[in-house]
């Protein structure tokens, strides 16, 4: 049920420190927007825990510290492990719950997706801290398909519940929770200017993380940006996630269930109180999940939002959810996420592929729906530039493929609209896809090249060496609907993420009531939170950000992304601080999609066709 009187704080990235870019950019009382930091916030909370902290992760590293560089010395060690082995010790009930990697339980896969589970479950193993690494499980007969289930499909949540103050000077605490994209893992510490070699010896030292490119290592870079989205909620919206965490640790832990704390019978924990006052007003915040009754108990009141396959109760409500904002949507969308995948029942070929979600369609419909009616409106998509990975590998040139089938489905129905309307508008005036990457200048490099070693011959990382410019990942999970709704949290858009009968995942909805698109254009919140998103992106505020359906907006979307992409595939290195860059793919005014001129029918820096190829070997389930 949506929860009323809740607050939610909007994060990008680990850590968004005050930069120039935000300059203009202003709260929902007028006042100069002050950038969020996540992992300082993360870390406070934690630090000032007095009865509990319970984590569940994809992956939880113990050796990272989440205060760097010259703050750090004003918060003491911000080393996660030490920290939750010391909070544990003062009394505090730590639980951390990790999803169990089996290819990390030996062989010849060991450690293939480095969430270093068993490193974490043996680390904390003898403290009092209370680890546990559970397997994203299944019943069935036999253990036929649950194998295949534990295998092939993973707990994607990202949930921290702990308790602070109440703020009204009796000592009493409340519960607070974050949620959203970020792990508290390697590799995730960023912040909008995405250094690609400038930190590796400083703010990165320890935490050299690269997963992209071949032949890079820690002594000759570059590192591998990370963009992403999470989010802080207080109120009684904290009492849902912190369900979600009870029940699937009875369900998954059913030894351990006296571990959790009775915080219902605790006098000095208000499980009732209000969230402090945000700009804006008051939030109204739904949780929102992908999960079967294998992972999580489910009780009647939620299962009555359930559908059954084969008896199982599935836990769908991230993907309805989506579907609703997408038919109530006004004006424009705006999505950020690691995939954009779907609706294969569409797709002009491949179309028994295993994604049949209906979300790309209903986006398609939306879009189609305001073309007939004569209605501005425009949907902005970012994703990542390719998969995490070499993306000449098997795996990605699939999953590329899969997209560049959902995006060609897309444009040609627009086309077809288009045509039929006589509106004379072009497919990519509807709808636009972008990615993030990051160029720099030989400046940028000089501070540190002395330290840095060469980079192997023959590699992406020799080529990355000479162009200085590399993709951002988004790994962000976010959809922004008329600046009016938000969705944050941990699900792609693909048919893992929303099954629910695949990954598990969870996401919040929020929305403030005093900021509604039926009293015109919100200025909340969450309208804060796009301007400053879009800045980050795109190297400073600008004006015409405020009305995305405009074709002002559009037009200096595109002029500046057009630009961009010109930096970053010039010959020289040019240092830029813009990221955003349009999908490199042609789309022609008959909706059709085709790779762009040689060379860059590949991405820069490789050999891997961005249309991607189907494999017709790997399991329909997997790169879905």
């Not at 680890?131 to 499909?153: A, E, H, I």
């Not at 250094?195 to 590192?223: E, M, W």
């Not at 990542?384 to 959902?406: H, K």
Request: glycine fraction near 8%; charge should be negative; charged fraction near 25%.
């Amino acid at each position: 049920e949506p929860r009323e009187g809740s607050k939610v704080r909007m994060y990008q990235d680990a850590d968004t420190p005050q930069l120039d870019i935000f300059t203009g950019v202003t709260e929902a009382d007028g006042s100069q927007y002050t950038p969020t930091r996540l992992w300082i916030d993360l870390f406070q909370a934690l630090d000032n825990a007095e009865k509990l902290i319970y984590i569940t992760g994809w992956s939880v590293f113990t050796g990272i510290s989440l205060v760097r560089g010259e703050e750090a010395a004003n918060y003491g060690d911000t080393n996660v492990g030490e920290l939750l082995k010391r909070k544990a010790s003062e009394g505090v009930r730590v639980l951390v719950m990790t999803w169990n990697e089996k290819s990390n339980d030996g062989g010849l896969m060991e450690g293939m997706m480095g969430t270093h589970d068993e490193d974490t479950y043996a680390y904390f193993k003898g403290t009092d801290v209370i680890c546990t690494n559970v397997p994203r499980q299944k019943d069935s007969w036999l253990g036929l398909g649950g194998q295949f289930v534990g295998t092939m499909y993973t707990h994607h949540q990202k949930t921290v519940v702990c308790d602070a103050d109440l703020e009204d000077g009796s000592g009493r605490r409340r519960l607070i929770g974050f949620i959203g994209g970020i792990d508290i893992t390697d590799g995730r510490y960023d912040s909008p200017q995405y250094p690609l070699f400038r930190t590796i010896f400083s703010l990165h030292a320890g935490d050299f993380y690269q997963n992209c490119t071949v032949g890079v290592d820690k002594t000759s870079g570059p590192r591998q940006p990370w963009h992403d989205i999470h989010a802080k909620v207080e109120g009684p919206i904290v009492i849902d996630v912190l369900q979600n965490f009870a029940h699937r640790w009875i369900k998954q832990n059913p030894k351990m269930m006296d571990a959790l704390l009775e915080i219902d019978d605790d006098e000095d924990i208000d499980l009732e109180s209000h969230a402090p006052e945000a700009f804006g007003g008051p939030f109204v915040v739904q949780l929102l999940r992908s999960i079967t009754i294998d992972s999580a108990i489910m009780d009647e009141e939620r299962a009555q939002f359930c559908h059954r396959k084969y008896g199982r109760l599935i836990d769908d409500s991230i993907m309805r959810q989506y579907v609703n904002l997408i038919r109530n949507a006004v004006s424009f969308i705006y999505i950020e996420n690691q995939y954009f995948l779907g609706s294969a029942y569409s797709w002009l070929e491949d179309s028994d592929t295993m994604s049949p979600h209906i979300i790309p369609r209903e986006i398609t419909q939306k879009i189609i729906n305001k073309i007939e009616a004569r209605e501005s409106f425009h949907v902005y998509v970012c994703i990542p530039m390719y998969p995490e990975g070499d993306p000449a590998t098997v795996p990605s040139q699939e999953i590329l493929r899969w997209q560049f089938r959902t995006m060609e489905s897309m444009y040609k129905r627009i086309a077809i609209a288009i045509e039929k309307a006589g509106c004379g508008t072009h497919p990519s005036d509807h709808l636009s896809f972008y990615c993030l990457g990051k160029g720099e200048g030989l400046e940028d490099i000089e501070p540190v090249l002395e330290n840095l070693c060469n980079p192997a011959p023959c590699t992406g990382a020799e080529l990355v060496r000479e162009s200085l410019r590399h993709p951002i990942y988004v790994h962000s999970k976010l959809m922004i609907v008329d600046d009016d709704y938000i969705v944050i949290g941990s699900a792609n858009i693909n048919q893992r993420s929303m099954a629910g009968e695949r990954d598990s995942e969870i996401c919040i909805g929020a929305f403030q009531p005093n900021h509604s698109i039926t009293e015109g254009p919100p200025r909340g919140a969450v309208h804060t939170f796009r301007m400053a998103l879009w800045s980050a992106h795109l190297g400073g505020y600008n004006p015409d950000f405020e009305n995305p359906n405009s074709a002002e907006c559009l037009g200096y979307v595109r002029s500046m992304t057009e630009d961009f992409w010109q930096i970053y595939t010039a010959d020289e290195p040019i240092h830029s601080d813009v990221h955003l860059l349009p999908y490199p793919l042609y789309v022609s005014e008959t909706g059709d999609l085709s790779p762009k001129e040689a060379p860059w029918d590949c991405f820069p820096d490789t050999i891997a066709p961005v249309v991607g190829a189907k494999s017709g070997m790997l399991p329909g389930k997997l790169t879905t």
